[in-house]
Nanobody, 123 residues
Framework: QVHVVESGGGLVQAGGSLRLSCAASGRTFSNYPMGWFRQAPGKEREFVAAISGSGGDTYFADSVKGRFTISRGSAKNTVDLQMNSLKPEDTAVYYC????????????????WGQGTQVTVSS
């Protein structure tokens, strides 16, 4: 299996910034595509951002375009999510996901998931 761990969540005021980090471990011959998803209480998990294995292609939900940036880290199968201009509606548990191949941007398309890290944005 692939083990995924994310970190960096916390409390921040509206307009502030946070950086989330994720690392996926497991045996593979290539870099994993990786993505970020979030789930607020009582709501379905939703796509936030994703990046291809090479880092050459990135994808963002409309709600975070222009505010969030996803990038691959210096270490193999690591990824960062830089969140700027945070809004109260960004409050959620943020999950990192990885897969051997990219099958889609919807949550059900991803096989390996982290435990989640809480992001709370106060107004």
């Amino acid at each position: 299996q692939v083990h995924v761990v994310e970190s960096g969540g916390g409390l921040v005021q509206a307009g502030g910034s946070l950086r989330l980090s994720c690392a996926a471990s497991g045996r593979t011959f290539s870099n994993y595509p990786m993505g970020w998803f979030r789930q607020a209480p009582g709501k379905e998990r939703e796509f936030v951002a994703a990046i291809s294995g090479s880092g050459g292609d990135t994808y963002f939900a409309d709600s975070v375009k222009g505010r969030f940036t996803i990038s691959r880290g210096s270490a193999k199968n690591t990824v960062d999510l830089q969140m700027n201009s945070l809004k109260p509606e960004d409050t959620a548990v943020y999950y990192c996901a990885a897969d051997l191949t990219i099958k889609g941007l919807e949550p059900l398309a991803w096989d390996y998931w982290g435990q989640g890290t809480q992001v709370t944005v106060s107004s």
